[in-house]
């Protein structure tokens, strides 16, 4: 008698996005900035706010993921990888608090949205952290391992809980707003492609659902993100 099994295969490595070790404050920025380009990308693409040619092809293992693609075909996407790469600036310089991306469907009024993405950045010091037992150090307190699983956690939430969603109008928009800490941020502070906004925050129109989509940490930064959407957005469907 015969049996076959099977195997999971892993298509696309780790280090095909990431570094594999963020053993320094330098590498760990680096990751942070490719967590955000990649959720960000990939929002953008679950969410259809861009056509399909705007979006190139990724793996990481089993999950296949997409990234926005720098073409002058389509310049709502070059205008989204600006302002990401323009939010590098305050990621570098601690200042980054918060990144909030807002989708709405009234040209006049960009602050009342339909769905708001937002990742909560927190930052150690410049030796990161490590704990301690009996004055004995143990390990760091996230290990490579741990960061991993959380990052890969992270993206597959993104693509399912997207995937609950009721599609959006076809006629959306996405606009992006930066939060500071303002103890260490100087006041006329803007980041290349960034202006000061009359407002912090975007309004729904409705109480919205918050939902928890992970949380990523790193030696040396922290990465929560969080989405809210009318509770509206959510397909019901009756139970056979």
Known sequence: ?????????????????????????????????????VSISNVAY?????????????CLEDLNLKLLVDNSSCPGACKVIQWVKGCFD??????????????????????????SYTFKFSYADDVGIDIYRNDQKISGAHTIAETKKATIRLLRTIVVLTQTLKSLPDDVMMSMKLLYFDDVTPPD??????????TDTFIFEEEPMNIKVGDVSTPFHSVKMRIKTDRKQFETREVE
Request: no cysteine; hydrophobic share 40%; glycine share 4%.
């Open 1 to 37: 008698m015969a049996t076959a099994t099977q195997t999971k295969e892993k298509t696309g490595s780790w280090s095909s996005i990431f570094r594999n070790e963020q053993i320094s404050q330098t590498q760990s920025a680096l990751f942070v900035k490719k967590l955000l380009a």
């Open 189 to 198: 502070y803007e980041p290349p492609g960034f202006k000061a906004a009359d």
């Open 46 to 58: 679950l969410r259809a706010i861009f056509p399909e040619h705007a979006f190139g092809d990724s």
């Open 90 to 115: 305050a990621l570098d310089k601690k200042y980054l608090r918060m990144l909030i991306i807002g989708i709405y469907v009234d040209p006049e009024d960009p602050d009342t949205v339909i769905e």
